[in-house]
């Protein structure tokens, strides 16, 4: 049996890509059958990070990690984005913290931190993670101080805003110039009074 000293590098570079590839198929399937599973969940909103991955399928670390592993640093905003939208910002934190550490990439961190927290009581509260979950609570309600203080939503105040009518902008004597194919009486000399 000959070593394999030789290396051509477009077979290297072909090899690569196809598994870059199929972690990245891999992963929006994954975050696929994880939306529609996370859809019916009931996860707390005070959730901590721990707490969080006990309540989540294995569907969801499993594909950050092969996000993470087709895009290693690349895939820190990815996941924040896809977190949020998944309502997941517990993990948010955490997960974008250790994509931006390279050469993470091949080790499933985040599956593994799913199953020591699967093995983990779901009430008990050490002082690490304590202070964890007191530190995601201040930063979310820092994010989100506008939502909570009682007011509406920015979106919730643009859906209750009729659409302005044609002339609903136009102010009682108020005249445009492409309105009007001459200027109105006196308009030149309101304007030489100022």
Known sequence: MEPLTNFDLGTVVLVIGLCIGAALVGAITLLVI???QIA???IPDDADFFETLQHIPITVPIALDLLDMAFDVFSAPIAWIVLEL???QALQLITV???LIPGTQLVPTL???WTIARMMRKKKRTELRSALHEYQLTERRSRYAQLRSGRSSLADQVQRKALPGPYDDVIDGEYFEEDLDEPPPYFFDEEENF
């Open 34 to 36: 994880a939306a529609r």
């Open 40 to 42: 019916d969940l009931d």
């Open 86 to 88: 998944l309502g997941l």
């Open 97 to 99: 913290f250790q994509g």
């Open 111 to 113: 599956t593994i931190a």
